[in-house]
């Protein structure tokens, strides 16, 4: 009873500050909503039985494969919004005496509300969504009521955002439970190990092995299974070195910084590299998404229009997959991109604040808070890249991966993923002014 007395308090107090409520319900809603999408549209696929439906079913694979991971990434990183503050919170009940099992049930029923809050407001967002998916064309006519997903499915994906979410909040516990007195004075910043890189050179080396192998299993589910993993691992791994290559780039920027915006750029990447990659991963997905557009592009303009008709209604339906999937990914990259810039605005209130009260102009805070993210988004876009070139060259060959339209398509995709990035800072400026303007000292 104690603890759910003060998980109240909290969440009173929390209440008047209604960016740290928002932006996680925000972006649970926005990631539920995409992932009710994406679970329908592939249940559809898979109700098929006849001759063909194992060619749709490779793609929707991959196409799960490619959102799937992003959009729990998405989650997580939702999960983990403004957590710093809530960090604080509970190193404080820590040094005050509260044990380490009041702060772990504390921290999940927190993340685990909004969570639940955040995935409501997404199924509600559904609804009327839902119907839409159903007249998506393929093989000549709309999915209908097979891309709907039943009230379980829908029960079941809120109950995995909910676990999630209390994962994710339960495993970010370490440091406070452990340590509260280094919380709370941030004396030690996370740091991110050289394995990483190793464990993502040999995961994508083992990809490139097996689907270079891929036609010498036997069986439809081992296939999809194979693509499944190997795409879908692929994504994950670049989740795990991301944060690596972004510390090693930032400390030799920080070593070579000759002026105020360049030092802070590369410090704010130090501080949290993984705070640092979750603002760019949106674009990493996409880039690596858009390599296999790309491909899909340039299958279809090899193939023209000739063939029978059942030739010809394939190629439509890999253009309309194409598009589909393009789309649901930009709105990830938005979702993910907007969010977190606002979270990262919050999270370093009091950096902001020490800055204004020492002289530096609101501009030249913009400007650094620019470079921390577009320069790891320059490295982030052109390895997620080469990465999925790398994947799919067996599958794919190299006349398709340097094709004009796939290479139209790919430069498409990650200009737009930039820009979205761009976007999402210049939308998040008044979110800055407003940060300081509620700090600043009364006259």
């Known amino acids: 009873m104690t603890t759910?007395?003060?998980?109240w308090l909290f969440a009173r107090r929390g209440a008047d500050?209604?960016?740290?409520?928002?932006?996680?319900?925000?972006?649970?809603?926005?990631?539920?909503?995409?992932?009710?999408?994406?679970?329908?549209?592939?249940?559809?696929?898979?109700?098929?039985?006849?001759?063909?439906?194992?060619?749709?079913?490779e793609l929707a694979v991959i196409a799960l494969a490619l959102l799937v991971v992003p959009l729990v990434g998405l989650g997580g990183s939702a999960a983990r919004l403004s957590a710093r503050r809530r960090d604080d919170?509970?190193?404080?009940?820590?040094?005050?005496?509260?044990?380490?099992?009041?702060?772990?049930?504390?921290?999940?029923?927190?993340?685990?509300?909004?969570?639940?809050?955040?995935?409501?407001?997404?199924?509600?967002?559904?609804?009327?969504?839902?119907?839409?998916?159903?007249?998506?064309?393929?093989?000549g006519e709309p999915l209908g009521a097979a891309a709907v997903l039943h009230p379980g499915g829908v029960a079941l994906a809120v109950l995995g955002v909910a676990v999630l979410a209390a994962a994710s909040a339960a495993l970010g516990l370490r440091s406070v439970v452990v340590s509260p007195l280094g919380v709370r004075t941030r004396q030690a910043a996370p740091r991110v190990h050289w394995v990483r890189a190793l464990v993502a050179a040999v995961v994508v080396a083992a990809t490139f092995l097996v689907m270079?192998?891929?036609?010498?299993?036997?069986?439809?589910?081992?296939?999809?299974?194979?693509l499944g993993i190997g795409f879908g691992g692929t994504i994950a791994v670049l989740n795990l070195v991301g944060p690596w290559v972004l510390r090693m780039i930032a400390s030799g920027q920080a070593r070579r910084a000759t002026t105020a915006r360049r030092l802070l750029a590369a410090r704010a990447v130090l501080e949290s590299p993984k705070a640092a990659w979750r603002q760019v991963s949106g674009v990493a997905m996409t880039s690596f998404m858009a390599v296999f557009a790309g491909v899909g592009v340039g299958i279809l303009g090899m193939a023209g229009d000739g063939g029978d008709d059942q030739s010809r209604t394939l190629l439509a339906d890999i253009r309309t997959g194409v598009v589909v999937t393009v789309i649901v990914s930009f709105l990830m990259v938005a979702c993910s991109a907007g969010v977190n810039q606002a979270a990262a605005v919050l999270d370093r209130r009091d950096l902001y604040v020490s800055l204004d009260r020492i002289g530096m102009p609101v501009g030249e805070m913009d400007a650094a808070r620019s470079r921390a993210v577009m320069s790891p988004l320059r490295v982030t876009t052109i390895g997620s890249a080469l990465t999925a070139a790398i994947v799919v060259f067996p599958l794919a060959g190299l006349s398709l991966l340097v094709a004009p339209l796939t290479l139209l398509m790919v430069a498409a995709c990650l200009a737009a993923g930039v820009l979205l990035v761009w976007a999402a800072l210049r939308a998040t400026r008044p979110v800055l002014r407003h940060v300081l303007a509620e700090t600043s000292p009364s006259l």
Request: proline content about 5%.
């Open 4 to 7: 759910l007395r003060v998980a």
């Open 17 to 57: 500050d209604r960016s740290t409520v928002l932006l996680p319900v925000i972006a649970f809603a926005v990631s539920s909503l995409l992932l009710l999408v994406v679970a329908g549209g592939a249940l559809a696929f898979f109700s098929w039985r006849d001759g063909d439906a194992f060619i749709y079913q």
């Open 89 to 139: 919170r509970l190193a404080g009940l820590r040094l005050l005496g509260a044990s380490p099992a009041m702060v772990a049930a504390l921290t999940v029923i927190e993340s685990t509300g909004l969570a639940v809050v955040g995935t409501i407001a997404g199924v509600v967002l559904y609804l009327p969504v839902a119907p839409l998916v159903g007249l998506i064309p393929f093989r």
């Open 212 to 226: 270079g192998a891929l036609q010498v299993f036997g069986g439809a589910l081992i296939v999809l299974t194979v």
